[in-house]
Structures are given as C-alpha cells and as structure tokens.
C-alpha cells in the first residue's frame, strides 16, 4: 500500500500527507461544521460531551498510531540486521575458504565474489521494487556443490572445513531471512483501520461548536500531526523501498575492503 511514495522525494511525500490532511480538515471546518451545528446547536452542554468523547478516541487512537511506528521501526531495523548478519557471515565465509589448497581457494573465491556482486547490482534494485530476487539460488548451489566436493586430508583442513560449512549454513539462514522480508508490510485492513479512525477524529473536531478561525488552527494542528504520523509509517512499512531503506552498502563494504582485486 502506499508504493507510490518510494518513488518521490521523502519530503515531498511529508508535504502531500501534510497537504491532504490539512485540506480536509479546513474542508470539513469550512462546509461540514455549518450543517453539524443545525443537528446539535440546542444540545445543552455540547462541547463537553464532544470533547469528553474525543479524549477518550483519541488516546485509543493514539496508542494504535504509536504502536504501528514502534513496529514499522523495529521491523526496519530487525530488517537491517538481518542484512548484517548476512554480510558478517559471507565475510567469514570467505576468509575461511582463503586457506583452502588451491584450486579450491581460487574457485570459492570467485564463487562468493560473483554472489556478492550479484546481491549488490541485481538482487537489491529487484528488491527496492519489492519483488523477491531468484538468481542466487544458482550462485549459492553452484558453492555448495564446490564447497561440499572437497575432502580435508589433514586434521586442520577437516577442522577448517567444518567451519566453513557452519558459516556456511548461517548465511544460508539469513539469506532466508532477508528475501522473507522483502514482501513484509503491513497488512491492508490495518491501513484501512487507521484510515478511518483519522477520519473519525477529524469529524469529532468538526462536531465543536467552536469559531471558524479556532475549527482552522486546531483542526489544522491536528491534522498535520496526524500527516506526520502516516508518513512516518507508511515511509518505514517497506524495509527495502525509499530514501530511508535499508542498503547493501554491508555487502559493498566487504566487496570493497576484502573481495574486490586490486587493479593491475
């Protein structure tokens, strides 16, 4: 949901959430609250019964708001660790299969080297689209195959090997891990269930029988910072989408500073 904004500026989408909420709220305070006072205009005590209701939605409401921020931003960052996890374990990978007799270190190397960069220039702009990359399954079978051919002949290549296979299956694990996450967002009828509960705030600040110019600065205030929770959630739901996403830049790093060949 929301996929459109991934492809704008963020603050350009803070300003179009800003826009639209605060213009719905100046339209409710300018063409709404006319018609609600002719219902309610002779109901005694009615600010009070207004705002005693909006206190208590609004706390209910708030707590909900509050709750989707917390969970986007810690399934952004549990996203980000997990490609952490997934870069330490490919390093340690790599470094372990670099005292391996030749050929054996040659090949796995270039096999780890090619995966990375495939992560890199391929897997993550399919990612950013939300769409789960499939090519490396081939690059990962093509290392095990090679991995799991050779046979340790001494008790320090048996030793070794062992744990290769361990860092292995760790990054197997997170590599899991970080295409599951790929797709992860939140559900729709939450989106439609704070939606409407927005829309249910705004209609009780149009319900005050309050001035014009105070329906404007309040439920205008409000309105913003209603904005800016929505785009604070809807900016963090997709992990790998945005400005503020997660990046490969643990792969680039290890590519750079441990894989890449120095130029001849």
């Given at each position: 949901?929301?996929?459109w ?11 179009l959430f800003?826009?639209?909420f605060v213009?719905?709220s ?24 207004v705002?005693y ?5 609004s ?15 810690q399934?952004?960052?549990d996203?980000d ?5 997934e870069?330490t374990?490919l390093a340690?990978?790599?470094r372990d ?17 090619e ?21 490396g ?21 048996a030793?070794l ?6 860092q292995?299956?760790?990054l197997l694990?997170?590599?899991?891990m ?12 939450i989106w ?17 029988d ?19 929770m ?13 400005e ?16 890449k060949?120095p130029a001849i």
């Amino acid at each position: 949901m929301f996929y459109w904004i991934y492809d704008i500026p963020t603050w350009t989408v803070a300003a179009l959430f800003a826009v639209t909420f605060v213009g719905l709220s100046w339209f409710g305070a300018i063409f709404i609250c006319p018609l609600l006072r002719l219902f309610f205009r002779e109901q005694a005590g009615w600010n009070d019964i207004v705002g005693y209701f909006l206190s208590f939605f609004s706390v209910i409401y708030g707590l909900l708001l509050g709750l989707l921020a917390v969970a986007t931003y810690q399934n952004l960052s549990d996203v980000d660790k997990t490609v952490a996890l997934e870069a330490t374990a490919l390093a340690s990978l790599y470094r372990d299969v670099s005292s391996y007799p030749e050929p054996n270190r040659t090949e796995l190397h270039d096999l780890l080297r090619e995966y990375t960069r495939y992560v890199i220039e391929e897997a993550w702009p399919l990612q950013r689209k939300g769409i789960v990359p499939v090519g490396g399954i081939n690059r990962i079978t093509a290392f095990q195959a090679r991995l799991t051919s050779f046979e340790p002949q001494t008790k320090g290549q048996a030793a070794l090997h062992t744990e290769a296979l361990r860092q292995y299956n760790n990054l197997l694990e997170h590599r899991r891990m970080r295409l599951y996450s790929v797709e992860t967002s939140i559900p729709p009828f939450i989106w439609y269930t704070v939606v409407v509960g927005a829309l249910i705030n705004m209609f009780l600040v149009w319900m005050f029988d309050i001035g014009f110019s105070a329906h404007l600065v309040l439920g205008g205030l409000i309105a913003f910072f209603t904005s800016t929770m929505f785009c604070l959630i809807a900016i963090m739901d997709n992990p790998y989408r945005g400005e503020f996403s997660v990046s490969p830049e643990a792969f680039q790093l290890i590519y750079d500073g441990l894989m890449k060949k120095p130029a001849i």
